[in-house]
């Protein structure tokens, strides 16, 4: 799943996320947001400008959201993003309106959306998470102007194969080649199991 696939799903599929962001002290505050719009890799949603969350994102240009949706824990897949975000005012509010019929009920006169803004993240790091696969089915992505980071637990060339990091592995996502042993990221759950059993040190995280 590439990273425009990930973006629509959010929006089209779990669509409700919780935002943090932060207050004028530096501390954090979570807000339940819906994303409303989704292009060229980008997420857009919108606020009252009266709102403290408006007040927090004009200040700080920077959140981090989650949304998940599933019946139960074994059903669910997760998105979870971090990055810049910028007001655009009222560019695609309009598209806005027409993608998401509900907030006519919200706002039904044209003059009272005056009120609203919107908001663009445009630049930053996410994951997607999904429990509902077997094994578990993890997706790194980066958009924006930020490079692709290589983050988790990896092991290094001076492995010396005893497998004990295979044995203990709740997703057994650790393979062996070559008497050589490594993890395959998109199914690894990063509690850092095998990083605490090697007896080399041959375990790192990123």
């Keep these: 799943m590439n990273t425009k696939e990930i973006m629509e799903k959010l929006v089209n599929e779990i669509h409700t996320t919780v935002i943090a962001s932060n207050d004028s002290d530096g501390n954090p505050v979570t807000s339940v947001i819906d994303m409303m719009l989704t292009d060229n890799e980008k997420l857009y949603f919108l606020t009252a400008k009266g709102k403290n969350f408006y007040e927090r994102l004009m200040q700080h240009k920077y959140v981090a959201l989650s949304g998940m949706k599933g019946a139960d824990t074994m059903s669910t897949v997760a998105v979870s993003i971090r990055g810049k975000v910028r007001n655009i005012g009222n560019r695609k509010l309009d598209e806005i309106f027409r993608q998401n019929p509900y907030m006519a009920e919200i706002y039904p006169k044209e003059e009272a959306r005056s009120a609203l803004e919107v908001f663009e993240i ?15 089915y993890r997706k790194s992505f980066t958009f924006g102007n930020v490079g692709t980071e290589e983050h988790g637990y990896f092991i290094a060339d001076k492995c010396n194969g005893c497998g004990a990091c295979s044995l203990v592995c709740p997703q057994t996502c650790i393979i062996e080649k070559n008497n050589k042993y490594s993890i395959e990221q998109e199914h690894c759950l990063h509690c850092g199991k095998c990083m605490e059993i090697c007896s080399c040190g041959a375990v790192e995280k990123r």
């Design 122 to 136: 445009y630049e930053g790091t996410g994951e997607l998470f999904d429990l509902s696969c077997k094994p578990i």
